[in-house]
Every structure is written in C-alpha cells, then in structure tokens.
C-alpha cells in the first residue's frame, strides 16, 4: 500500500480539553472521513478538526509511551530495563534495532498522519468562509487554530528529524500531491520550513494569561520554546546521509540567534517561571493541573483509560511499586553512575533517580545500585490504584528551565563567552536545585568553553529521565563521547576506583511504611538507612559499608549490584550496539520502506 495514502485514510475517534481543565473532551470524526470544504464552515467544525491534530501527539504510539520512553534511550542517564531483543524496545535502547523492529512503525506512521490532519487545516482555515467574512473575534479564533495546526506538524516534524533524520517533507495533503512516493528531503531544508512556519505561528497564537487554556493548548511561549528547540537542533549536529557523517549545521549563528532571541521574548514576558518546588512541577502533571508558576509550558495530554488517548507514564516507567495497590513496572532504569553525577544536596537526585522501591507489602525499601527507576513519575501519586496500566499522566513537553538554559548556551555561542544575563540564568536553575544549601551551588565558569561544558551538565541533571538527553548529546555531538565515557565509569564503579573509591558495595536498612504524600526526599529519608558511626545520613552513599550487616538489618547491593555484564554483554550491556556514524538514528521500518519506491533506508541499515 502506498505509505502517503495509507496515512490518509487512517481513521480514529480524537479527543481533546477544551477548557482549562483536562476532564472536559470533545468527541469529533477524523477530517479525513468527511468532505474538507464542510469541516472547515464554522469555528466550531474547525476546532474539531484541529482535534484531530493534537490526537496524533498523543497515546502509546506517541508521547504516551514509545515517542518519550522508547526513543529517547540511551544515553548517560537512563536505559530500559531488560535483555536485548532487536525486535522489540530493549532492541532500541541498546542502539541494536532491527528494520523489523515492530516499535518503529506506528510511531513513524502516527506522525505523519498528523502532519496529514495538520495539512488540512493550515490548507483549509485561510479558505474558509468564517475566515474570509467572518467577524474579527471569529478570524482570531481561527488564525489561532492556524497557529496551533502550524506548530503541531513542526513538532511532527521534529521527531521524525530526531529520530530518523531524512525524511519525505509533506506540506499539503495527500489528495493535492501528484504522486504519493515521495524521496527524503534534507533536513536543513524541512528545519527552514518549519522554523519560518513557527514564526508566522508565533503571531497567531496568544500568551499563556490571553489563551484561558490549561497548558495541554499551545500558546505563544511553546510556539516560541519549541522554535528555540529546533534552530538550536539546527545548528548543531546530525547523522548526515552523503557522507555519512556527524556534520554541523550551515549558518549556525543564524540559528543561535533565533534561539536566544525567541528564549529572551518568554523571559521578559513575565508569563511563566521557575516553580520554587523542583517536585511540585511533577506532582501537578500526575492530575492533569498545572503547576503555581506555570514551569510547564505545553504538556501533551492525558486521558481516557486507553492506548489511543491516554499514556503508560508513570506505570512503565517511574518509580517501582510491586504491590497490587499501585501495580508498576519501573521499566526505564538509571544508568548506575547517574547516581553520582549530582551533588549530595542536589534536590533533583532523590526525585529524579528513585533509588527505592515499594514491595508487595507496602514497605519502601532500597532498589538495588543497579535497578534504580526515573522517579519523577510514580503511580502512587495518582488517585488511580490497582493493576491499571493508563494512569492519565501528561507529559512536560516544555518546561521554563529549558527557555533559560536553551537562553544560556545560545548567548554563550553568540558572543564567545556568556553574558551575565546568560549566568544568571543558569544560576536560577542551580539555585533552585540547592535550595537550603545554597553554599554547595558552586560556581559557574565565565569562558565559553567552560560554560558549555556546565550547561551540558547542568542539561543531564535537570532533565533526566524527560527525553531530552540523547537529542541533546547528538547535536553536541557528544553521544559517542559520553556513551565511552559512562562505560568507564561504569567500569571504575564496578571496581570501586576513581571517584567511586569510596562508595559502599551494599547499603544496610530497614524497610519503612509508604506514605505517598511524604516528598521523594522526605520518602527515601524514611528509610532506615545504617550509618555507620561519625557519618552523617548524606555521606552515606559515599563512604564504605561495614563488612558484616549490623543487626536488625537486611542488606541490598548498591556498587555491587553492577557486574561486567552490565557493562558490556550481548543481552546486558549498556549501549552494546552503539556504533558511531550509524546508530544516532533509528531505521525506517521495512514495511515503511518497501510500500514506496522512492524511500531509501540509508545509515548502514
């Protein structure tokens, strides 16, 4: 079957909030079952249609599952969990997917398909008679409804990019193409398009405080967040085809400036900020409201109990709990060492890695140096219990620390060394990971060199476990350089040398009752951790466990829990079939592949 007409029939139920609450959905037919002139007659009919859009973003195939969970593994902060099977998830996050990988397809599938629903309405709103003669509150409303249809299909876009570089560019829809095999195009020249598309929507599409949307809507700050994204993705690295090579993009300054420019407009907007609380940002995803700061710019939607609609945020991924009142599976794991990459008094840690567990008797207790999970998503801060796998966790497509580091290393690559503008937004995000210890934030370099190397640090500990962190060490390119380096340190901890000396092999406790309203820190606290004697609580996890368990204590293997299979085996191995000039991208599916003529597989695959 023809790929692009095949996208064009794909038909669903779409659901999306009209309202600033998520509990409120609007039940609408997929446009492309119906004639386009008539979708497109009222505000009402345009908005349904626009709903199609947003649907395509969402759900297992999207940023409920295999998009934000799958994709984005591994880099230096986590890996799924599990032995390699090329053929399914574990395939992709050891680098060794096959082109029969079936987690490849419907995600490939399900964005262009959006890009299909999108074409219709950016080809159809400026045709419609409400916008031709209809009042001025009318053809706001659907310049909006354009702005959010543009932004959506640059997303769209983007992932495709991010994942497997070339692709067909598709700008209107399928029923006004002369032929439906389309060639790739460069990349460059979809990241043109899309970057010019964000501009026009960044007028259309009005601020946070102007919109009386939740931030499951695109407003203004994610046009402009998300068009920084893409220019400094722009500017940097990507597998190139012809050579096939890591290459920077052409007129990098172009896209620095972009960037800055378009993080520097939501900064003076006053519309959003940093929330104080590190963790409330994360709590307020877990029931569909919105943090008191507005720190998430855009999330992408939650909802409905099933795979189309809602997510499996926070059931496979997150914090581990093995007992039936808040059945999970932990199956995104902290690379060992992640651990250690923060601060003792980095509040981020202890949220962002969980490095404890809940049992089946509702006892938390340590997870092994090994099996720690992402922790900024935990089931057990839901209101939904049981063995239910769709929890109706959004995801933090945008938040406001972004704009600030994004801000941050576009200025120090403007201006070969950061202003203080650019320290001082850095320094409000490492402020806020030390709160209460703001003597142990240390200090941040003033040369551009060193100051890139801070932000790519300070990018793996505010991010982790968001999806971020392979696509921003690809366009480092920095993804072999950090992959060899985190098997070394793997290597050293397993050893117990280097900076890794003096961390214990196991840890000593006593398992504590689970109270889910206790914060992540306040709840590891509760654990009853040994210290040995002259040893504070937080040098615990840096200073030599006794050789024997002392009583009343039951051991867990924290340094000792990584072995050289961890490292380096054919099932086990972190990484294992990473290869540099090759892996940086997924394949196409091979059933993608052959359904048209003009598609070539390309990267070694």
Not at 587 to 599: E, M, T
Request: proline share 3%; charged share 20%; aromatic share 12%.
């Amino acid at each position: 079957m023809k790929i692009n007409k095949l996208i064009y029939i794909l038909s669903c139920l779409v659901i999306f909030s009209t309202s600033t609450s998520c509990n409120d959905f609007l039940d609408a037919e997929n446009i492309s079952s119906s004639d386009e002139s008539q979708q497109f007659d009222s505000t009402a009919d345009t908005f349904t249609a626009l709903i199609g859009v947003y649907n395509q973003i969402i759900g297992d195939d999207a940023y409920g599952q295999r998009i934000n969970l799958y994709f984005p593994q591994s880099a230096d902060d986590f890996k799924l969990s599990g032995d390699y099977n090329c053929n399914d998830r574990r395939g992709i996050s050891t680098y060794g997917a096959c082109t029969s990988n079936p987690d490849l397809n419907k995600p490939f599938l399900k964005l262009y398909s959006g890009i299909e629903r999108a074409n219709l309405c950016i080809k159809n709103i400026p045709l419609s008679p409400v916008y031709q003669t209809g009042s001025a509150a009318d053809k706001a409303l659907m310049d909006r409804y354009l702005g959010e249809a543009l932004t959506l299909r640059a997303q769209f876009y983007f992932d495709l990019i991010k994942n497997w570089g070339d692709v067909p560019m598709q700008m209107v829809p399928s029923s006004d193409l002369e032929t439906v095999y389309l060639p790739k195009t460069d990349r460059d020249v979809i990241y043109d398009k899309i970057i010019a598309d964000l501009a026009t929507a960044s007028a259309l599409v009005p601020w946070k405080s102007k919109s009386n949307t939740s931030n499951t809507r695109i407003t203004k700050a994610a046009v402009k967040g998300l068009r920084a994204r893409i220019a400094l993705a722009r500017a940097g690295y990507s597998l190139r085809r012809e050579p096939r090579v890591m290459a920077k993009g052409s007129n990098s300054q172009v896209y620095y400036k972009i960037a800055y420019d378009e993080c520097k407009d939501i900064m003076l907007s006053g519309e959003h900020s940093l929330n104080q609380s590190f963790e409330a940002v994360f709590r307020a995803l877990h029931d569909n409201s919105e943090d008191a700061a507005k720190e998430v710019i855009f999330a992408v939607g939650a909802f409905g109990g099933n795979a189309a609609t809602d997510s499996k945020i926070g059931y496979f991924n997150g914090m581990r709990h093995d007992n039936n009142t808040w059945k999970s599976s932990g199956g995104v794991n902290a690379i060992a060492t992640y651990f250690y990459e923060f601060g003792k008094y980095d509040i981020r840690r202890d949220l962002t890695v969980a490095s404890m567990l809940i049992n089946e008797g509702n006892q938390a207790i340590l997870a092994t140096g090994a099996l720690c999970t992402d922790g900024k998503f935990r089931k057990s801060w839901t209101s939904i219990t049981g063995t239910a796998q769709n929890l109706a966790i959004d995801w933090p497509l945008l938040r406001y620390s972004d704009i600030l580091l994004m801000f941050a290393e576009a200025d120090n690559e403007l201006n070969g060394s950061p202003s203080q503008d650019a320290i001082n937004a850095v320094r409000l995000v490492r402020n806020r990971a030390y709160a209460g210890n703001l003597g142990q934030a240390g200090s941040i370099p003033t040369d551009k060199a060193g100051f890139f190397d801070y932000i790519v640090h300070e990018r793996l500990l505010e991010f982790g476990g968001e999806g971020l962190r392979k696509y921003d060490l690809i366009r480092w390119n920095l993804l072999a350089t950090k992959i060899a380096e985190t098997k070394q340190k793997l290597s050293n901890f397993l050893s117990g040398t280097g900076q890794y000396a003096n961390v214990p092999s196991v840890l000593y406790y006593k398992e504590s009752p689970y109270d889910k309203t206790k914060t992540a820190q306040a709840a590891l606290q509760a654990i009853d951790i040994y210290v040995p004697a002259g040893v504070s609580r937080a040098d615990v996890y840096y200073t030599p466990a006794p050789a024997s368990a002392p009583s009343g204590y039951k051991a867990i293997n924290w340094r000792a829990a990584v072995n050289g299979q961890y490292i380096n085996d054919p099932l086990k191995g972190y990484a294992q079939y990473f290869e540099a000039n090759r892996k940086e991208l997924l394949p196409i599916y091979n059933d993608i592949i052959q359904s048209n003529y003009n598609l070539t597989q390309d990267y070694g695959y």
